[in-house]
């Protein structure tokens, strides 16, 4: 095992995943250690969107919505069977913001997103006329659409890890960084696997993208510089789909805040997110009945058909390690990021902040702030660069016709969703498969043992949960004797010499 790297990447989540990724592709290298699973946290707990934001226009980041914005196009172009356009529904509620002014908000958006083909502009709409007026009350008449994508968040950090691990760098996963030592121009770091291996390798430079845990890692780093961070939990709920057509909506609320309905999985819907403080263990983080309370009502002042507890399916929450501001407000802390190196010796840089959407520019700012240190890397590559894996195949929905063509007896539903998650990689998966009998065992939900054996050999899947839960959501079509047996599958294969 090597002993020796230009740079240690602590933390598998998005931000980690995108400097391992960019690092390896300008020559460095990369290891990666991250104590749990691939964004196995907040990485995983998003409202999953890549979105410019259109409520930080009135908190006045503009700067920020302008750079989500044009990596929102870079990304569909990275990914783009991954990031899916997605017109979204405002309704006009009168009591809240006049009409003029949600109009003057998406014209600066359209225009700071320079609206194309795949992002077109906002327009007007009659909510009594339009059939997506339909799901809402009838007190809702006039409405508004802009564009933005959905994301599978975790399917885009193991992505960029994929990337990282073919270009070289190391991805180790349930990995923890137990202690990082400075000696003049390198540090020693030392790392432990989950079995209690422990290895100490020598480095040129750390970066702590550990998200919540960042300020664990300067501890361990015997540094104790005053991070800034302030944790704020989101929360989310999924349903059976509200509405038949693939538009989502954006509800305001009367504390300022908005929340989501999306389409989701094809058969469900995402509601989200709540914004609340956080003071407790990150791993440990649960949506409480007080946001599950707030969330329900937030969509059913909108819906037509009312939301019920009952009606969920699946509750998750994720901690956002946020700059702390001087907003009171949770919901209104700022979602920019910030890079703080400490130079005392070898290098370390700490990621603080940032949002899924604007991991590419962050990773890519990083490495430039590290590039005195590391004077042999090469130049920036990844706006223009090659396609994640499996992007080089344009949308999902032309994947999955060129799958289609190519094992016409697969059941069209299966090679859609393969398609959707994997790109091209979907190939190597089927490989000459023309029959369900020809993918194996079936684990329920259309998993079968050919993908099954895919992720556990090229993903760093080890368990139930990354199988079910992050590298798909699959966990939505299994019942708990199902996943019970799939857990025990996992075990006995990872397990095996």
Sequence with gaps: MRESFDMLVVGGGINGVGIARDAAGRGLSVCLCEQDDLAAHTSSASTKLIHGGLRYLQQGEIALVRKAL?????????APHLVAPTTFVLPHARHLRPAWMLRAGLWLYDHLGRANAHFPASQRIDLQRDPR??????????????????VNDARLVVLNALDAHERGAE?????????????????????RTATGAVQRIRVRCVVNASGPWA???????????????????GSHLVVPRLFAHDSAYLFQQPDQRVVFAIPFEQDFTLIGTTDTDYDGDPAQVQPRA???????????????????????????????????????DASRVTRDYRLDVDTAGAPLLSVLGGKLTTYRALAEDALGRLSPSLPE???????GGPPLPGGDGGTAAEVADALLRGHPGLPPALLQRL???????????????????????????????????????????????DVLWRRGHLGLRLDP?????????????????
Excluded: K
């Design 70 to 78: 044009n990596e929102r196009e870079t990304l569909r172009q990275l």
């Design 133 to 150: 007026g339909e799901t809402l009350q009838p007190g809702y008449r006039t409405g508004f659409t802009y564009a933005d994508a959905r």
């Design 171 to 191: 991805i180790r996963t349930r990995t923890r960084c137990e202690q990082l030592i400075r000696h003049r121009d390198h540090w020693w770091a030392v790392l």
């Design 215 to 233: 300020g664990t890692v300067l501890q361990r780093a015997g540094l104790d510089a005053p991070l800034g961070l302030r944790l704020v939990q």
């Design 290 to 328: 007080d946001e599950q309370a707030y969330l329900l009502d937030a969509v059913n002042r909108f819906l037509r058909a009312p939301v019920r507890a009952e009606d969920i399916v699946w509750r998750y929450s994720g901690v956002r390690p946020l700059l702390a501001d001087h907003h009171r």
């Design 377 to 383: 890397m090469g130049a920036a590559w990844t706006a």
């Design 419 to 465: 398609a959707a998650s994997y790109g091209t990689r979907a190939m190597r998966l089927l490989d000459d498969a023309q029959t369900l009998d020809a993918l194996g065992q079936d684990h329920g939900g259309g998993l079968y043992d050919r993908e099954l054996d895919y992720l556990i050999a090229h993903e760093w899947a080890r368990s139930a949960d």
């Design 481 to 497: 004797r199902q996943r019970e047996a799939l857990a025990a599958t996992l075990q006995a294969r990872v397990s095996m010499p």
